[in-house]
């Protein structure tokens, strides 16, 4: 398994609030995939926001201005939050495995600290030759009966702004596995299919590439990292926006954890509903795409909503 992040100071930003998680970790096992860690006995504080939702609401309206000049199409703001914690920390992130519908779920942990992800979005998988891509850009909260579940649902489906923003970062995916795709090798199999995932409705799609001969998982890395759906597009000037405008570094968040096997084959996820646990405080990082069409409030909202299921998640009582 291994997991990796990008801390925002990378880009000149600020620094990343877990500095005991390394950027980089591998943990060799034998027979596949390792199994999660059990959620013993822990306890969670009180979440505190590194900031407010005028705050995170006036970023928002700064990459719309950003976006209105021509420096940028997309940018992805993503907020963070920390509390308190007593117990191993293997054990908190092993909380996460109460969150539904997050088949990139998984775990990474060292002395003194993990990383948990219920991640719903598949960075990338590789088999034999073919590499696969499912970004996630679209997000509606489910509905508390069928009637406002299936409204939300149709919500998003219809959603003018969704799909936009959509199609931005899957034109994204394509240009960045055409830098290591046989010529004409790159196809988008599904687009802007709306399934429930991680507690939410979702908009995803399936981009695919062959591989040109020789194209080792350094280059792919090279090619995709970090995801665009975590960055925005342009990418490098998404990344210069992003680290002006985050007042936390994401740390192990919006990276990519997974299993490599000794035959070649890669399953990464996107580090995205994200929790690491380390020096008695655990932390998660939550946010959305930002377009010039965004509306800061609702896009407030948004990130509240992706990060309900995981702190109801870490707040239930130990199994």
């Not at 990378?10 to 950027?23: H, L, M, N």
């Not at 963070?80 to 539904?100: C, E, K, S, Y």
């Not at 995916?173 to 507690?199: I, S």
Request: proline fraction near 8%; hydrophobic fraction near 45%; charge should be negative.
């Amino acid at each position: 398994m291994i997991g990796g992040g990008w801390p925002v100071s990378s880009v000149g930003g600020a620094p990343t609030p877990c500095p005991e998680v390394p950027d980089i970790a591998v943990v060799l096992v034998e027979g596949g995939p390792p199994a999660g860690d059990e959620p013993d006995a822990a306890v969670v504080g009180e979440w505190r926001a590194s900031w407010g939702r005028a705050d995170h609401a006036a970023a928002v309206e700064e990459v719309r201005q950003a976006i209105a000049r021509g420096d940028v199409y997309q940018v992805t703001v993503v907020g963070h939050a920390a509390a308190p914690f007593t117990g191993d920390p293997a054990a908190v992130g092993a909380r996460l495995a109460a969150v539904p519908g997050a088949p990139w779920a998984g775990g990474i942990s060292g002395q003194g600290w993990a990383v948990h992800a219920a991640s719903p979005e598949l960075f990338v998988e590789v088999r034999h030759d073919v590499v696969t891509t499912r970004p996630i850009k679209g997000t509606s909260a489910r509905g508390v009966d069928a009637g406002t579940d299936l409204a939300a649902y149709d919500a998003l489906r219809l959603s003018e702004k969704d799909r936009a923003e959509h199609v931005m970062i899957v034109d994204l995916e394509r240009n960045d596995l055409a830098r290591v795709a046989r010529t004409g090798g790159v196809a988008v199999d599904e687009l802007y299919v709306v399934r429930p995932l991680a507690g939410l409705w979702h908009a995803e799609s399936s981009v695919t590439a062959q591989l040109r001969p020789g194209v080792g998982l350094a280059e792919l890395l090279s090619a995709t990292f970090p995801g665009g759906s975590v960055t925005g597009t342009p990418k490098g000037a998404a990344l210069s926006e992003i680290a002006r405008r985050e007042p936390v570094g994401r740390g192990p968040s919006m990276g990519a954890l997974g299993w490599i096997g000794s035959d070649g084959a890669v399953r990464l996820g996107l580090s995205i509903r994200t929790v690491a646990a380390a020096a008695d405080h655990v932390h998660l990082w939550a946010g959305g795409g930002v377009t010039w069409s965004s509306n800061p409030e609702d896009e407030v909202a948004e990130a509240a909503a992706k990060a309900a299921p995981l702190l109801a998640a870490l707040a239930g009582p130990p199994r």
